[in-house]
């Protein structure tokens, strides 16, 4: 019996572009958000597909990616189907902002 992985599976595309992103020579756990940072950049935001290939090629859990990638809001995550938008713009309304008088 040939075991298969639950959940979603990275497809070879999508693989490849995360691959080429962070390299295939065994991505640092502790670069996670790097990483993310760099597909965020890369595509104007965190595509499932890239999320689900970033998991595999790390060989972490699907939904520590996703935990850390929901959790700042710097990133935005963008749905199968859905086509990143040409231009997002964050007002920041955080204590920092505020202190430097920047959240008017």
């Given at each position: 019996m040939i075991a298969t992985l639950k959940g979603r599976q990275a497809d070879?595309?999508?693989?490849?572009?995360v691959q080429d992103l962070v390299g295939v020579d065994a991505p640092r756990r502790d670069l996670l958000i790097e990483y993310l940072h760099l597909l965020?950049?890369?595509n104007r935001g965190l595509h499932?597909?890239?999320l689900v290939a970033l998991a595999k090629v790390m060989n972490?859990?699907?939904?520590?990616?996703?935990?850390?990638?929901?959790?700042?809001h710097h990133?935005?995550?963008?749905?199968?189907?859905?086509v990143a938008a040409d231009l997002t713009i964050r007002v920041c309304y955080g204590l920092s902002c505020e202190l430097a008088g920047e959240s008017r």
């Open positions: 070879d595309v999508s693989l490849k572009e965020n950049d890369a499932e597909r890239h972490i859990p699907m939904a520590e990616v996703y935990e850390v990638a929901t959790f700042y990133f935005e995550v963008i749905r199968d189907g859905d």
